[in-house]
């Protein structure tokens, strides 16, 4: 059997830009300090926060609203967003929306980039937390919309996975083929799921853990 030397170096508190608070009561991680600094890369640390990610109704397509924006930064601050989605479940749909605008930008897309932002300035000290003492069950939720992609009608599934008190597995992300109705968008939305439930459970018996 293979041996390989190892160093202790005492309790973990950060990890790739995630912070890591451990305590009785159970574990917490969050991404506070990354995102004050991109709130200060972005020169929005002082800016208004908001309650809610976007506006009620909006819609965004390829054929933008506005002047055209640099496309690198708009490239650096949806792929600063998508690293926050690490430990922030609330922003995965807005920033993956967003990210469908990367090839060609236009300013109603950097405005909607920049309310992400402005809402995470509002709920920067938001994470997962993972309760001590708690049954370890696996549980998964999925959903769909219906053809919400304004240019190829498309629709957006998503899904979370709970093992106890915090998620471990989530996602947003446009179906590949078009449905033609809600339950066949709820369908394709239930496999991506099932692809990704099978993954877990397959670590969790590595682990030793049914």
């Known amino acids: 059997m293979a041996e390989f030397k190892v160093t202790d170096l005492g309790e973990l508190h950060h990890f790739l830009g995630i912070e890591v608070h451990q ?6 991680i969050s991404q506070e300090s990354c995102a004050k ?11 208004n926060p908001v309650s809610t990610l976007c506006i009620t109704g909006l819609k965004l397509s390829k054929e ?27 922003i995965v749909y807005d920033v993956s929306l967003v990210s469908r605008f990367m090839e060609k930008p ?13 809402y995470v300035k509002g709920t920067i000290d938001y994470g997962i937390f993972y309760k001590a003492n708690t049954l370890v069950d696996l549980i998964g939720y999925t959903n769909s919309d219906l053809a919400g992609s304004i240019d190829d009608s498309r629709s957006t599934s998503g899904y979370g996975f709970h093992l106890g008190s915090g998620a471990v597995s989530w996602s947003s992300k446009k179906q590949s083929v078009v449905a033609l109705s809600a339950t066949e ?26």
């Open 23 to 28: 305590s009785e009561k159970g574990i917490f």
């Open 37 to 47: 600094e991109v709130l200060k890369n972005f020169m929005m640390e002082n800016v």
């Open 64 to 90: 933008g609203e506005g002047k055209l924006v640099n496309s690198t930064i708009f490239r650096s601050l949806v792929g600063k967003l998508m690293y926050l989605t690490s430990t922030r479940l609330d």
């Open 106 to 118: 236009y300013s109603n897309h950097w405005e909607a980039a920049k309310r992400i932002l402005r």
């Open 185 to 210: 968008a709820e369908y394709i939305a239930a496999s991506y799921a099932g692809y990704q439930l099978i993954w877990l459970r397959r670590i969790l018996e590595s682990l030793k853990q049914k």
